[in-house]
C-alpha cells in the first residue's frame, strides 16, 4: 500500500524486458496500441485524474482510525487502495501516451501531473504504515480474524509489519514522501538526454549508407558484417557518449545519492540490503549468482573463443561482440509471421496458457514500430488491473526481433494470469519471477528454431543466437550488478562518483569479463563509456534479477522440454500466484526452486556447454 513501493513496482513493470532494438524498416503491418480501453479519451482521462484529486482530500479522514475496529481497518485499506488502483491507471495511460513521442511536449506535461499525483498520494498516506504499526501485531491478527474484508489486505499487512524496523514515524514518513518525486528525477534526466536532447552523429559506411547513430540505430549498425564499419559505429557512438560522459556521470551519482539517503534515512545497512529486504529476497540470491558467474568465467570465455573461430578473427576485439555468428538470410520475421512462430514455439506450456497468448495476440495491444520520438526498447505494462496488458516494441524485422517479440508476450501472459488469480492488493509480482516469464519463451524460441532449421547454416545461426542471449542476461547482467554494487558501495564508503571514476569501475570490470588480460577479448578504453548509456542502472538493483531469471527459466524450460507436465503446471501456479507472497517463497513452496542453492545454476551453465557442444560438433564435421 505504500505508495513509493507500488510507483517502484509499476516502473519496474513497465521497463521489464527492456532491450534496445534497430532501426525502422519498412513493414506495412504495424500495429498502434488502443487507449480507449483505459480511457475512452483525454476528457475522460482529465475527469479520472480531477476524480482523483478530489478523493485525495478525503484520505485524511481515515487517519487515526486504523486502530478502531476491523471494520474500520477494512473500510479506510479499501478505499485508498481502490483509489491507488485507478491512480495507476491514470498513471499508465499518460505513460503510454508520452513513451509513444517523447517530443511532444503537451505529452510530457500530463505524464508529469500523473507522477505529481503519484507523489501527492504518497504524501497524504505516509501516516499509514506507521499507524497500523501503531495498532500492533496482536491486533492486527485478530482483526483479520474478525473481518473477511481484510482477506484482500492479509499479505500487505504482514509484510508492514515485517517492515517494523525500517519505517519511521508518521512526520519523517510524509517527509520522504514529499522527496520521492525529487529523488526519481535521475531517471528523468537520463531519458530525456538518451531518447530526445543528444545530437546523435551520422557515420558512413563502407557501402555507403549514411547513418545517424540513434540509440536503436546503434544496436543496428553494431552487428553489421564489415569489421570496419563495426569499428566505425562504435568509435562514432561510444565518442558522442563521452562528451556527455561529466553529466551523465552526475546524473548518475545523483541516483546513487538518492538511493543512498533512502537507505541511511531508514537505518538499512545498505542500499543493496534495502532493495533484497523490500522484496523478501534471502541475501544470499545476489551473492550465490555473482559467486556462480564467477567461477563460470572460463566457460564464458569458451564461448567468446567460439566466437573468434566462426568469425575467423584471431585478435577478437569488443565491437566484434554483436555480429551474429554466422550471417544468414533467415527472412523477414515480421510482426505477423512473429506472431505465428511465437504462437507454435511455446506449445509446451499447454491450453490454458495459449489460449491467453491466442486472446492477447488477436488485440490491439502493442505499439510495435519505431517512430521519430518513441522511446527505445520494449517493455511490457501490465498494471491496469481491469484492463489488460500494453506492449511497446521496436519491432525491425530480424530475429532479435522476434525473440523480443516472445519475450514481451511472456510478460503480458504472466500479467494476465496474476490479474485473474489475484484481487488487485496481490497482483503485482516481483521482477524477480517476472523475468523468468518472458526469458523462458526466449529459450522455447530457441530450441523450436533449432529443431525446425532446415540446414545445418540455419542450425548455427540459432544455436549462436541462444548462446548469445546467455552471454547478454547470464554474464553482462550480473557484471551490470557488479557495477551497480561497486558504486553504491564507493558512495556508502565517502567516495565521490564522477563520469572518470565510474569509467575506470565499469572498464575494469569488462576487462575481467571478457578475459581482456588473458588475451581472450580486448576491452579498448573509449568504450568504458558505456555505463552512461544503461537505463538499467535508474531501477535500483534491478538487472541482477535478469540474470536470475534466466538460471530459473533455465532451470523450468530443461525440465518443460524433457516432457515433465507437473513442472510445466508449477511454473504456471508461480505465474499465477503474482504477489501474494514474496517471489523466493513462491519459487521454492509452488515449485521447489532455490535460488540461493549453486544447484540452482547448473541447468543455464548445462545449457551454454551444450550449445557451445552442438555448434563444435556440426563445425567438426564440414
Known sequence: MNVSTRLSTLLFSIILGFTCLSASAQEPEQYVWDLTDLYASQDDWEAAYTDLENRLQNVNRY????????????????????????????????????????????????????????????????????????????????????????????????????????????????????????????????????????????VNLSDGEEVQLTQAAYSFYRGVENREDRKLVFDTFWGAWQQYADGMGATLSSEVQANLFSARARSYDSVLQQNLF?????????????????????????????????????????????????????????????????????????????????????????????????????????????????????????????????????????????????????????????????????????????????????????????????????????????????????????????????????GDLLKRYHGHDEGVLTIDDAYSVEWAYIPHFYYDFYVFQYATSITGAAWFAEKFLAGDVQVRDNFLNVLSAGGSDYPHNILLNEAGLDMTQAEAYEPVIRRMNSLMDRIEGILDQQ
Open 63 to 202: 487517519r487515526g482510525t486504523l486502530g478502531n475496529s476491523a471494520e474500520a481497518m477494512a473500510e479506510a485499506l479499501t478505499t485508498i487502495s481502490n483509489a491507488y488502483k485507478e491512480l495507476t491507471r491514470v498513471y499508465i495511460y499518460t505513460s503510454l501516451r508520452r513513451d509513444a513521442d517523447q517530443r511532444d511536449p503537451a505529452e510530457q506535461t500530463r505524464f508529469g501531473r500523473a507522477m505529481q499525483l503519484y507523489n501527492d498520494w504518497g504524501e497524504a498516506t505516509s501516516w499509514m504504515n506507521p499507524e497500523i504499526l501503531s495498532v500492533g501485531t496482536e491486533t492486527i491478527h485478530r482483526f483479520l480474524d474478525e473481518e473477511p474484508e481484510l482477506g484482500n489486505f492479509t499479505f500487505m499487512l504482514e509484510d508492514t509489519l515485517r517492515m517494523a524496523p525500517y519505517t519511521l514515524d508518521e512526520q519523517t514518513e510524509a517527509i520522504l514522501a514529499q522527496a520521492s518525486l525529487l529523488l526519481a528525477s535521475p531517471e528523468q534526466i537520463y531519458q530525456m538526454y538518451a531518447n530526445a536532447d543528444i545530437p546523435w552523429p551520422t
Open 278 to 506: 523490500q522484496d523478501g529476497l534471502p541475501p544470499e540470491t545476489y551473492t550465490q549468482l555473482v559467486t556462480q558467474v564467477n567461477n563460470s568465467l572460463p566457460i564464458f570465455h569458451r564461448y567468446l573463443s567460439l566466437r573468434g573461430r566462426m568469425l575467423g578473427i584471431e585478435d577478437l576485439r569488443y565491437y566484434d561482440i554483436y555480429p551474429p555468428l554466422l550471417e544468414l538470410d533467415t527472412g523477414v520475421f515480421d510482426i505477423e509471421r512473429s506472431k505465428e512462430i511465437t504462437f507454435e514455439a511455446l506449445q509446451p506450456f499447454g491450453e490454458t496458457y495459449l489460449n491467453l497468448l491466442a486472446e492477447g495476440l488477436s488485440q490491439d495491444w502493442m505499439h510495435s514500430h519505431p517512430q521519430p520520438g518513441k522511446t527505445s526498447g520494449a517493455y511490457m505494462s501490465g498494471s491496469a488491473y481491469d484492463v489488460h496488458p500494453y506492449i511497446l516494441l521496436n519491432h525491425n524485422d530480424d530475429y532479435n526481433a522476434l525473440s523480443t517479440f516472445a519475450h514481451e508476450w511472456g510478460h503480458a501472459v504472466h500479467s494476465l494470469l496474476a490479474n485473474a488469480n489475484n484481487p488487485w492488493e496481490t497482483a503485482d509480482y516481483s521482477t524477480f519471477i517476472a523475468e523468468m516469464a518472458s526469458t523462458i519463451n526466449e529459450i522455447l524460441l530457441e530450441e523450436y528454431m533449432i529443431a525446425n532449421a532446415a540446414t545445418d547454416e540455419e542450425r548455427l545461426f540459432y544455436l549462436g543466437n541462444a548462446l548469445e542471449s546467455i552471454r547478454g542476461t547470464f554474464f553482462r547482467q550480473t557484471m551490470f550488478a557488479e557495477f551497480e554494487l561497486a558504486i553504491h558501495q564507493m558512495a556508502e564508503n565517502g567516495e565521490p562518483l564522477n563520469g572518470t571514476v565510474l569509467s575506470e569501475t565499469y
